[in-house]
């Protein structure tokens, strides 16, 4: 089992940037493919973004391609969300989440992850 802590949301103004961290414990973090998700007051969860467990591959939602880089320190067992040109449509609270077996089809599914942080609340004014 892994445990996941979730930092560095805020209120940014449109266009500036944010650095999400996510600190894992518990397990070897490089077993563990990782995502990042979000959910705005009345809507689903979504995707945003996922790292393979070397950090070679990256995925990305089509909405934050280009502004959002997904990246991970495995020697400090964290991933992290680098979030430029935000918009006021990026408010949302963004969770991190885990998961040991993943499958290439299936990074941005919700239901692929075992184990999701408390999740951290990202606020962009316009």
């Known amino acids: 089992q892994v445990q996941l802590v979730e930092s560095g949301g805020g209120l940014v103004q449109a266009g500036g940037s944010l650095r999400l961290s996510c600190a894992a414990s518990g397990r070897t973090f490089s077993n563990y493919f990782m995502g990042w998700f979000r959910q705005a007051p009345g809507k689903e969860r979504e995707f945003v973004a996922a790292i393979s467990r070397s950090g070679d591959s990256t995925y990305y939602a089509d909405s934050v391609k280009g502004r959002f880089t997904i990246s991970r320190g495995n020697a400090n067992n964290t991933v992290y969300l680098q979030m430029n040109s935000l918009k006021p449509e990026d408010t949302a609270v963004h969770y991190c989440?885990?998961?040991?077996?993943?499958?290439?089809?299936?990074?941005?599914?919700?239901?692929?992850?075992?184990?999701w942080g408390q999740g951290t609340q990202v606020t962009v004014s316009s």
């Open positions: 989440a885990a998961t040991v077996f993943m499958s290439r089809s299936n990074y941005n599914r919700g239901t692929a992850y075992d184990y």
